[in-house]
């Protein structure tokens, strides 16, 4: 795995509402240099192995976080973490899986695909950016990721 150059945290969500929201809660928390959004999953994985529309990405090789909605266009949340975890420059990068899922069988998936972490979204607003702001605190701040 490449080792993260920067506070940089990759959120991968399509709903604009959920994205602003999440944005302005990490910024609350002045934790990451930086959050880029991408709205799907083929976004993501090009996005994370400078593919496509992100060939010619500069910055970071890897974010620190990568937080992953499971309910995504083109390519769903956990293909998309199979694929991160089956290609060793990303097979120990942090995933958290945000979702409004509540389903067992996504939560069992998620894991069983190598989910760091499952959080269902909250409904309400202010417990929402509460919980976003404490991801953004223990992957940013508390977390000593692996790095080979």
């Known amino acids: 795995m490449t080792k993260p150059e920067s506070q940089t945290i990759l959120l991968v969500e399509d709903k604009r509402q959920d994205e602003l929201l999440m944005l302005r809660s990490l910024a609350k928390v002045k934790l990451a240099s ?18 496509g529309e992100f060939a010619q990405r500069e910055g970071p090789k890897l974010p620190m976080a990568v937080l992953l909605d499971l309910n995504l266009p083109r390519l769903g949340g956990l293909e ?9 420059r990303t097979e120990l990068l942090p995933v958290v899986i945000l979702t409004s899922s ?17 959080v269902r979204k909250p409904l309400q ?24």
């Open 34 to 51: 930086q959050v880029e959004v991408v709205r799907d999953g083929q976004q993501a994985i090009d996005y994370l192995f400078r593919e």
């Open 80 to 88: 998309v973490l199979a694929r991160l975890r089956a290609d060793s």
């Open 102 to 118: 509540d389903e067992d069988c996504d939560r069992v998936s998620s894991y069983q695909n190598g989910a760091n972490s499952f």
């Open 125 to 148: 607003f202010a417990e929402f950016a509460e919980t976003v702001a404490r991801l953004g605190i223990y992957w940013l701040a508390t977390n000593e990721p692996a790095h080979l």
